[in-house]
């Protein structure tokens, strides 16, 4: 936890408007400050995938232990990816430095540290860009005083640093973006700026050491395959006490009807697991009454993506199991659980990066007849777009009652909500399964969402402090609602929040829990054959099953 | 940080007194002929090179910001503008992007009151908005208002936009609203820069230039129309002659023009190395001109290249007697 500093700590260091002075003067005085920055990347980790430059370093000592030839090979880095990126160059070109995004970032908002404004996070990329791939920055270099007049910096090391430690502060939540005239996304500078550290061995340790999991185990946890079969299987018998029904799942089973993928992190840490007992009521239910086979994967056990946090190429080589693996089992197509990046991930890039899935079928959802239509090339379908599908065909037998205890309101998962928009299917789905849902205010939800803090990569135990501060708009606006509406649960759709977001509620929020959509779908949902139930999947007494006292 | 402002300031102060003065000491021709038309070319050549070099960056991934619904099951509403999955759609959202700043539109301002509510509050920060839609589209009007003196005879539309613009009938010459307009929101965003602690931290000098070299030739040029009387009959037979590229040097063409004329070539030939190119980026960029129907339609990496994967075999192969304890399938035995 935030060990460091008290909720009232960090709000007293908040100032939007401290800092005036110019910002290419403090560059030296960067500090690298613990509580705000992540260990670096362990050398097996950055080995396993063959990463360049794996050896233990550590952020904080002033050797680095970059190659000799980094700033060459870091300027090689950038030309190749103005040349394969539009986006990238475009970016670099045309801000105008309006600041209609400064006060957007969640990470500003709640530092007021003035380098996390998105366009002064580009920026810093920007005046070396400047520098050394512009005419304008090559006259002004041989002007005294032009490269400063300009905001031009050369690649130094202390630019490098400075570039590594806010980088690595910004969640690549997109908000900037839906508000910047040009659609300039810092999120996708920040891709390749992270991209262009792993050139030179500068990952942190929170992504490298998941996506080395995630390459050979599997899944980011390390989770290997019986202690995967085994950790569902306990969910099983919990389930088992709790309902009376034997939901026990499919491994790898080849000619299931749908491969289902989520994030190991749903397996293994709480509140997760009670999402992913509500993946397995679901799957039963519908295996029972409908005859729909669905299998997990051991191999394919991971729907996340912490390749995405280090590069496009390490993003590719992650994601391509999931195909993989559908094709050797020959199922029909994939269906993919709650998780933010995950979805950013499948959404604008499986397809291209390891498609095309001819192989697979266009989805049909066999129970209602509903073609898929917008995943007819990718060939994977998003649980709430599946389980609103069954809902409003009046396929699911559910009793909100056993949710009577929740009062909602729902957090929208950033890459859900701005590299996707995937923003009514999970309200749909909590409205039919759970009576009382307040919305937070509309500048923090739907696409204007606030970051829980801790994405793309950051959830880590030592940069407690930028988390919280992160944390603070998204927190801000819960208990808001807490207060109005009387609000106790979170809703989400992602993975990484329910342990996130678990960790902003406990620091500033207290009293409100968070919970996945299908932990509510898994209590409402009448198996065929269940017990009378008295517990939640939380094992905690269902409303009106309170003990007496 | 008092350079970064006050230097683009005296630059154009100087730049003016450099046409003003040359002019007077014979060097008309370099200010009215030869400078303007090195203007034109670097402005053209460089704003076609500086297009063309985006439009040769690929496009390795469809990945617009979605700000709204997506399409997905027909019975929920799809936002179509702000998150289109067609053409027509996206079509819609760039015009809108381009004529009327959307994104923009949306804009918020933040504050945080630490020791009342602790809260961080958000309200509609729609000035920005209108200063620069109005800084935008008078500087529009005023260009297209200039065509009167590079065509003859003048065309109705610039006749009709004319009259339009000088509708309030004040004053003679008659007041056109966008001389008012735009030094007006020019002075707003330029205040922004210096008042707002936030905007003069992001400002670089290359934020005030353009700035400045409009504000003055605007002034020079409402200077010209309103105050100094200049003689307009030569001014359009030298504009013309540089159109119709038979470039004359008539006499009696006050050295108020010449600074006029030299700021504005000076915007031109700077266009297209600066900020100001966003004119062209906003057409290009990627997260506003792409429809989100990623996974409908398959989009092409042209760059794509295959990766070292872990394959399903080595994991088994890794795993096996593990997976085979355990009752896991797998694919061989031993
Ligand atoms: S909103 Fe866009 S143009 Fe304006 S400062 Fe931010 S990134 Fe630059
Ligand atoms: S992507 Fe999100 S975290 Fe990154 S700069 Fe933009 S608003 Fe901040």
Known sequence: MADELTPD????????????????????????????????????????????????????????????????????????????????KIFMDVCVRCGACADKCHFFL????????????????????????????????????????????????????????????????????????????????????????????????????????????????????????????????????????????????KGADILFITPSGDVFADPGTYTCQGYLILFKYLKDKYGLDVTWSTYASEGGNFGFFTSHETMKRLNAKMYAEAKRLGVKWILGGECGHMWRVIHQYMDTMNGPADFLEVPVNPITGTRFTNAASTKMVHITEFTADLIKHGKLELDKGRNANRIMTFHDSCNPARGMGLLDEPRYVINNVCDNFYEMPPNTIRENTFCCGSGAGLNAGENMELRMAGALPRATALKHVHEKYGVNTLGTICAIDRAALSTLCEYWVPEVEVAGIHELVGNALILPGEKERTEDLRMEPLPGCEEEE | MTQKYLIPLAAVFLLFLVAYTGAGAGLGWFFGIVFPYLAIIAFLVGFVIKVMGWAASAVPFRIPTTCGQQKSLDWIQQNRIDNPDTTLGVFVRMLLEIFTFRSLFRNTKAAFNRNASNRITYSWEIFLWVAALAFHYAFLVVLLRHFRFFTSPVPGVVQFLEALDGIVQVGLPGLFLSGVVLPAAVLFLLARRLFDAKLRYISQASDYFPLFLILGIAATGISMRYFTKVDVTGIKEMTMGLVTLSPTIPDGIGGLFYGHLFLVSILFAYFPASKLMHLGGVFLSPTRNMANNTRAKRHVNPWNYDVPIHTYQDYEDHFRDKMIEAGLPVDKKE
Request: hydrophobic share 35%.
């Open chain 1, 9 to 88: 700590e960090l709000l007293d260091k908040i100032d939007y408007g401290a800092d005036s002075g110019n910002w290419m003067d403090t560059t030296k005085s960067v500090q690298i400050r613990p509580g705000m920055y992540c260990y670096a990347a362990k050398a097996e980790s950055v080995e396993t995938l063959g990463l360049p430059n794996a050896r233990p370093w550590n952020p904080v000592e002033e050797d680095w232990k970059l190659p000799d030839d980094w700033q060459q090979i870091l300027h090689n880095g950038i030309k190749e990816r103005l040349e394969r990126f539009r986006t990238f």
């Open chain 1, 110 to 253: 709640g530092t007021g540290d003035p380098k996390n404004m998105p366009v002064l996070r580009a920026e810093l990329l920007r005046s070396v860009y400047r520098n050394d791939f512009t005419t304008a920055g090559k006259i002004l270099q041989n002007i005294p005083g032009g490269q400063r007049l300009g905001g031009n910096r050369p690649l130094t090391l202390d630019v490098l640093k400075e570039m590594w430690y806010y980088f690595f502060q910004c969640t690549e939540c997109r908000r900037c973006s839906v508000f910047c005239p040009y659609g300039i996304d810092t999120a996708e500078i920040t891709i390749m700026a992270r991209e262009l550290f792993n050139l030179i061995g500068l990952n942190i340790d929170w992504i490298a050491t998941p996506v080395s999991n995630c390459y050979q185990t599997g899944n980011h946890l390390g989770i290997q395959p019986h202690a995967f079969k085994d950790m569902l299987e306990f969910f099983v018998e919990d389930l088992e006490d709790i309902t009376g029904v034997d939901c026990t799942p499919n491994f790898q089973k």
